[in-house]
């Protein structure tokens, strides 16, 4: 977390950029269940951001169900598979939701869909 950057002009409010972020973390299990989440003041004060924006974060995370906020001890991921108990449906939304997010941050750095479905390509034959 200590390497992460927020883009002030990339049109994704910061407080999206930071659960996006933590929810990346969770995905590629650099963040597992029962991990302890920084404190708010810790995550404000190492991406110089407002308290209330980190706070924004963890309330959507919370409201998803993927980190648990325990009063005096911190928040805490909680994972508990819940892409793989959502029905096919919701699972096809929450990718399409995805990817127009991904596409709009690629868009953000001059990067074109195109450029992602290449890296894609190139990624599943490495």
């Known amino acids: 977390m200590k390497d992460w950057k927020i883009e002030l002009h990339s049109g994704i409010p910061v407080y999206k950029q930071i659960a ?75 990718l399409k939701e995805l990817y127009n997010r991904m596409l709009t941050e690629a868009r953000s750095h001059g990067l074109n869909e195109e450029h992602i479905l290449a890296f894609i390509k190139q990624r599943k034959t490495s």
């Not at 995905?27 to 004060?45: C, F, K, M, Q």
């Open 20 to 94: 996006n972020r933590l929810t990346s973390a969770m995905a590629d299990g650099t963040l597992a269940s029962g991990d302890r989440l920084p404190t708010i003041r810790e995550l404000n004060l190492a991406l110089g951001v407002n308290p209330n924006t980190v706070a924004k974060a963890y309330r959507e995370l919370a409201l998803k169900g993927l980190i648990d906020g325990q009063r005096g001890f911190g928040s805490f991921v909680k994972l508990d598979d819940p892409v793989g108990t959502l029905p096919e449906a919701k699972k096809k939304a929450k």
